[in-house]
């Protein structure tokens, strides 16, 4: 072979060794990852939020990074996500904080807190307040990282068969409650049980719980409670503001690259802003829905909410005394909302 035709030779390896660099550097972007939701992906606010999100990462990466959603069940039981994103049977799930309390009851914290802040107030003490950096540090010791992925705004607190007259109708219930506020409505004589969204129907539908709360009214008209309980309460006194959740197997997190670190958070914070504003603009027409399918709405007078309030200054106190994550917690959230006070009772209108 001539001397120029090793060249030329020589110079082609070359080529095929540098394309196939370049492919082995393309694919080592590229991000293929599943992840399961809690709510089913056609209830309105908190089921499509995590679509959304999935689809931002897709759309800004250029495809680089996909993430396919897997609906409640299909991986997974609905709630039951902590251990297979933990172990990394899962890259990811979409959830809230409070489906974690069988893990520690502190996670509650950082969903909601029963007679707690607004989105606004509850966001600034999560992301500049510490919670956020308190939740990474307890979801970190299991392997997981945590992100704020939506923020949803007041709920109704419950939906029941029969009006309740007085707080005494209460004692006997089976019910579905969530987080904190079920500490709350045991006080009271209700047996609680947290169960995933797509299960609270049937179990109205038996008979086996006689009331459930579950979310805002367009979220709830979703799983279609006005059809069985025809008397809906409010204000919701346990969760003004709930945070949901994007869980990350650690090890699968640190293998991104930087530039898809900062999407996955520029996503959730995304979502966060979809969640609360959409869900802001939603409600209204929910409530006249209920109301046209013959659902009387109901406000707990201030008695009664003063009554909740009280014991649920009693639950804080039991919680904190046996848990130490939840007492510093507990003591983080209640200085900066005795800080934060001075500028909301200054700036906003009563």
């Known amino acids: 072979m001539s001397r120029r035709c090793w060249r030329y030779a020589l110079a082609g390896a070359a080529a095929v060794v540098g394309l196939a660099s370049i492919a082995a550097d393309a694919q080592a972007e590229r991000v293929r990852w599943k ?17 959304m999100m999935i689809d931002t990462v897709d759309k800004a990466s250029g495809g680089e990074f996909k993430i ?12 039951g996500y902590y251990d297979p994103v933990s172990s990394g049977a899962l890259d990811s799930a979409f959830g809230t904080p409070g489906f974690n309390v069988n893990k520690n009851f502190a996670y509650a914290f950082f969903a909601s807190v029963p007679f707690g802040p607004r989105a606004g107030e509850y966001l600034a003490w999560m992301r500049y307040g510490g919670g956020e950096d308190m939740a990474r540090e307890m979801y970190g010791r299991d392997n997981i990282r945590f992100y704020i992925c939506g923020i949803a705004p007041p709920e109704t607190s419950g939906w029941f ?14 019910m579905r409650f969530f ?31 006689d009331a459930t709360e579950f979310s805002m009214p367009v979220t709830d008209q979703g799983y279609g409670f006005y059809q069985i309980a025809k008397h809906n309460y409010f204000p919701g006194w346990h969760q003004q503001s709930t945070i949901n959740e994007l869980l990350v197997n650690q090890g699968k997190y640190e293998a991104l690259s930087d530039p898809h670190k900062e999407l996955l958070a520029a996503a959730c914070d995304r979502a966060t802003l979809y969640m609360f504003v959409k869900g802001e603009a939603s409600q209204f027409d929910a409530i006249k829905f209920h109301q046209e399918k013959g659902v009387t709405i109901h406000r707990w007078s201030d008695a009664d909410l003063a009554k909740f309030e009280e014991a649920w200054q009693e639950v804080v106190a039991e919680e904190i005394a046996g848990n130490e994550d939840a007492k510093r917690i507990w003591a983080s959230y209640s200085k900066f909302r005795a800080d934060y006070a001075v500028w909301r009772d200054n700036g906003y209108l009563k």
């Open 35 to 51: 992840l399961h939701a809690a709510y089913a992906s056609n209830i309105p606010i908190i089921g499509d939020t995590p679509t």
């Open 68 to 79: 396919k959603h897997f609906e409640p069940g299909a991986l997974v039981p609905g709630n």
């Open 161 to 174: 068969r029969n009006e309740i007259k007085t707080l005494d109708d209460l004692k006997g219930l089976k």
């Open 179 to 209: 987080g904190l506020g079920a500490k709350v409505m045991e006080k009271f004589g209700v047996s609680t049980q947290l169960l995933a969204g797509g299960d609270i129907y049937p179990a109205l539908e038996l008979g086996s719980i």
